[in-house]
Each structure stands twice: as structure tokens, then as C-alpha cells.
């Protein structure tokens, strides 16, 4: 039995230096009921102001969305006046072309004629050129 004992230290000797790597084991101890409640009421209070925290900051964010709609909304309200302002604004004008229609068709029917009157122009000059040029021809002989 000597041999088995041997690397055991023996039971009145001190114990060697431990390790400082190996943990020691304590008993677990229940806090005091009191300690209990405080920290209960701690924790409470905790996730109280938590959650309070996060439903302001969602309650904020939906202002912050309904004051973007009431925005948007206001916009496209102008965007709609500016929209009709220019449906009318079209509509006089196109009433406008129509009513000059009659005149600018007169306008090409002369601008049509001016050109025919130019090209007849262009073929007398150069008939009455020819002309000039037989007679001085027939004043030479």
C-alpha cells in the first residue's frame, strides 16, 4: 500500500501549490430574498425604460413618415395644378393654330405663287435676252 500512496500527498500534510490554471469550486450561494427583489425590481425598470425607449423611437419614425406622406402629398397636389395650368395652356394654344390655319395656308399659297411668278420672271429675262441678242444681230446686217 505503500506504493499506491506513494505520489498522494499524505492527509495532515499541507497541500502542494496548486496550479494557477485549476479553479477552486465554492459553494453557490442563494442571494437574500432582499437581493432578490431589488434586482427583480432593477431588471423591471431596466426593460421598462427599454421598451419605452424602443416604442418612442418607432412612434417617431411613423411621425416622421406621416409628415413625409403630408409632404408628398402637398407636391403632387402642385404637380397637378402645374399639370392642368399646362393642359390649358395647350388647349388655347392649339384653339390659337387653328385659328391661324386659314391665314398660314393663305401664307403658302402665295409663298407657292411668289415662286411660280419668280421662275416665269427667270423665263422672260432670258426670252427678252434673246431677244435683245437677235436684234442686235438683224441691226448689224
Same mark, same amino acid.
Given at each position: 500500500?505503500?506504493?499506491?500512496?506513494?505520489?498522494? @500527498?499524505?492527509?495532515?500534510?499541507?497541500?502542494?501549490?496548486?496550479? +494557477?490554471?485549476?479553479?477552486?469550486?465554492?459553494?453557490?450561494?442563494? +442571494? !437574500?430574498?432582499? $437581493?432578490?427583489?431589488?434586482?427583480?425590481?432593477?431588471?423591471?425598470? %431596466?426593460?421598462?425604460?427599454?421598451?419605452?425607449?424602443?416604442?418612442?423611437?418607432?412612434?417617431? /419614425?411613423?411621425?416622421?413618415?406621416?409628415?413625409?406622406?403630408?409632404?408628398?402629398? =402637398? %407636391?403632387? =397636389?402642385?404637380?397637378?395644378?402645374? !399639370?392642368? #395650368?399646362?393642359?390649358? #395652356?395647350? %388647349? $388655347?394654344? #392649339?384653339?390659337?393654330?387653328?385659328? =391661324?390655319? @386659314?391665314?398660314?395656308?393663305?401664307? #403658302?399659297?402665295?409663298?407657292?405663287?411668289?415662286? !411660280? =411668278?419668280?421662275? !416665269?420672271?427667270? %423665263?422672260? /429675262?432670258?426670252?427678252?435676252?434673246?431677244?435683245?441678242?437677235?436684234?442686235?444681230?438683224?441691226?448689224?446686217?
Amino acid at each position: 500500500m505503500a506504493t499506491a500512496a506513494e505520489g498522494l @500527498p499524505e492527509a495532515g500534510a499541507q497541500p502542494a501549490k496548486q496550479d +494557477p490554471a485549476v479553479e477552486t469550486a465554492e459553494e453557490a450561494k442563494e +442571494p !437574500a430574498e432582499a $437581493d432578490i427583489n431589488e434586482l427583480c425590481k432593477d431588471m423591471f425598470n %431596466k426593460m421598462a425604460t427599454y421598451l419605452t425607449g424602443e416604442l418612442t423611437a418607432t412612434s417617431e /419614425d411613423y411621425k416622421l413618415l406621416e409628415n413625409m406622406n403630408k409632404l408628398t402629398s =402637398l %407636391k403632387y =397636389l402642385e404637380m397637378k395644378d402645374i !399639370a392642368i #395650368n399646362i393642359s390649358r #395652356n395647350l %388647349k $388655347d394654344l #392649339n384653339q390659337k393654330y387653328a385659328g =391661324l390655319q @386659314p391665314y398660314l395656308e393663305q401664307i #403658302n399659297l402665295i409663298e407657292e405663287q411668289v415662286a !411660280a =411668278l419668280e421662275q !416665269a420672271a427667270y %423665263k422672260l /429675262d432670258a426670252y427678252s435676252k434673246k431677244l435683245e441678242a437677235k436684234y442686235k444681230k438683224l441691226e448689224k446686217r
